[in-house]
């Protein structure tokens, strides 16, 4: 019983040191998990970008409940803070990346603060997105997800309670800050005139639309405005 990763409740997939597609059980709990006890690899549902962004068409893009937020310049990468082990994991396009600890250390304390204050979906951990800006500042924060809804390639709550989600879980912490945003009132079409004056505000060539309604993983959700080239 003492190697059974199920008595154990180590979390595991794979026991340590044994072959990588098999978990090792007792006689006691192998009866209930004999289907599991052989995994077929899978690859991961992010697939190098995280998430598509179709291009903005004026007059086109449902404008009701949306927020805007500037594309800013930089890589985009995610982060993991599993509850089992709560080390975070980072990883971008080109693979893993190290930060400092303090961000790691924020992270882990924002994810305990959304297993309190979201719901129950948060308490195998959180997932988050962020752009690592190219002028090296503080990563920029700008949505969070249980960790079940990263592995299962879809989260069944729209993007906009997300937000309220890292609302109510935010904590003033040194080394990561949230991406600034701005709420557009509630219309049926976004005029141009609107996005170019938030590309102005944000000092950026160009924003993105975000959708409240919108679901992670499915398109259209987001939107990305740029400047014509002659403004």
């Not at 190219?134 to 960790?147: I, Q």
Request: charged share 20%; proline share 9%; glycine share 8%.
């Amino acid at each position: 019983m003492a190697n059974c990763d199920y008595c154990n409740d180590t979390n595991l997939v794979a026991g340590p040191g044994h072959p990588p597609h098999y978990v090792v059980a007792c006689s006691y709990c192998e009866p209930t998990v004999t289907p599991l006890t052989s995994i077929k690899p899978c690859a991961s549902p992010w697939q190098g970008s995280i998430m598509p962004v179709p291009d903005y068409k004026p007059g086109k893009d449902n404008g009701y409940t949306v927020w805007l937020e500037p594309d800013v310049p930089g890589e985009r990468c995610i982060v993991i803070v599993p509850e089992a082990t709560r080390k975070p994991f980072a990883w971008t396009v080109d693979g893993r990346v190290t930060m400092h600890k303090h961000i790691t250390a924020a992270l882990v304390e924002l994810g305990q603060s959304l297993q309190f204050n979201g719901f129950e979906e948060w308490e195998c951990g959180a997932a988050f997105e962020m752009i690592l800006p190219a002028t090296g500042e503080y990563p920029l924060l700008y949505h969070a997800m249980p960790l079940v809804a990263l592995l299962d390639g879809r989260d069944a709550i729209c993007l906009g309670v997300r937000q309220i989600h890292i609302d109510n879980a935010w904590i003033d912490t040194q080394g990561l800050q949230r991406m600034p945003k701005v709420v557009v009132t509630t219309r049926p079409t976004l005029a141009e005139e609107t996005l170019a004056d938030a590309c102005r505000n944000f000092g950026t060539d160009g924003v993105f639309v975000k959708q409240s309604g919108g679901m992670w993983g499915k398109e259209p959700c987001w939107s990305r405005y740029r400047l014509p080239e002659d403004f």
